[in-house]
């Protein structure tokens, strides 16, 4: 099974996307998936989840931390990882909250490479997608694995110097090998000369490329913590509005992509806009 991996350079935007395209698969796709935090309890991901107050002594002992106690000790097994997880779709959706011991999350305290494999290896037996966030290439490094069925979902803005720095030194990188790779650029403007064609073009990239819009009502329900509300509501319908359709389709084709490169589904091209 693919583990599908959303990354970006410690600049931000994986996180939103990687909880975007989870929301999105779950909804759309009819997949039972698991979304687990490589950094520390709440961040990333985390930020857009009502995960605070009341859940906050919950995710102590049902995330990261006590799935990595079970590994450790050879208790964690398919019968039991959904029960130390936080539902977020009953059968569809599963998260884990990232770790509070250690300031870097997994990188903190040691956590064996090992018992992290484990956790994954387990929740492959039981998930149909194992989806995972992280941010720099040392998290990189500690979640993904010399898998050719992996998917490597790389964050990026319409940055000439993140770019640059990408395309010229990061992709060389040994954890990119062997990969398979979707770029989405977030916060994108279609009205910049730095459009996903012209990108692609100077670049020379042949790598699937999404533009992610930026979109104010999506903001402000990530500040909330209500984005599962927001894409409830905002389902694909042309009563919604442009703007709005743009960000939901946009993140239905980098999941309908994202299934395709993981072998798990098919999906039916639309006239969208990726390149």
Known sequence: MSRIVFWDSSHGGSAQIAASVAITLSLHFNKRLILANGGRFNTGFEEGFPLGGDHSSLLSEYGMDALLR??????????NIS?????LLRGRLDLVSGRKIGPEGLLGMAASKSDVEQILLVAEQYYDLVLLHSMGEKGLQQ????????????????????????????IKSKVFAGKKLVLAICQYDRASRWTLQNIKRRYNCEVPMYG???????????????ILSFFRRHRLTNRRGPDKLELVSSYHELSGNILQLAGSGTF????EKGA
Not at 72 to 78: E, G, N, P
Not at 150 to 160: G, H, I, P, T
Not at 212 to 226: E, S
């Open 212 to 226: 992610i819009p930026y979109h104010t009502g999506f903001a402000d329900a990530w500040n909330a913590r209500d």
């Open 268 to 271: 039916s091209d639309r006239k």
């Open 143 to 170: 979640l993904a694995y010399n898998d050719e069925d992996d998917v490597l979902v790389v964050v990026l803005c319409q940055s000439r110097v993140q770019l640059d720095t990408f395309f010229s030194d990061q």
């Open 83 to 87: 029960d130390y997880t936080l539902s």
């Open 70 to 79: 079970l590994a450790a000790c050879q208790r964690l097994s398919k019968g």
